[in-house]
């Protein structure tokens, strides 16, 4: 029974995606709380779109950083 338990809570855990632990890493550190299942998901959303937009920036500034370690050869 232990077993199916540990599994069971494995499972779970697995299907949290990085997005969702980014959210709710957010909420703890800024105290945000919401009442309501479907606002949370609204925000979740919100959220999700905002990261993607942040993290397609940062990749496309990466490319074009000043620094960049270049051969000078």
């Given at each position: 029974m232990k077993t199916?338990?540990?599994?069971?809570?494995a499972g779970a855990v697995s299907a949290i995606s990085n997005i969702e632990v980014k959210f709710m890493n957010y909420l703890t550190h800024h105290g945000k709380m919401y009442e309501t299942v479907e606002e949370f998901l609204e925000r979740l959303?919100?959220?999700a779109e905002a990261d993607e937009q942040i993290e397609?920036?940062?990749r496309s500034a990466g490319a074009m950083a000043p620094g960049c370690h270049q051969s000078k050869g």
């Open positions: 199916f338990a540990l599994a069971l809570t959303e919100y959220f397609a920036s940062k």
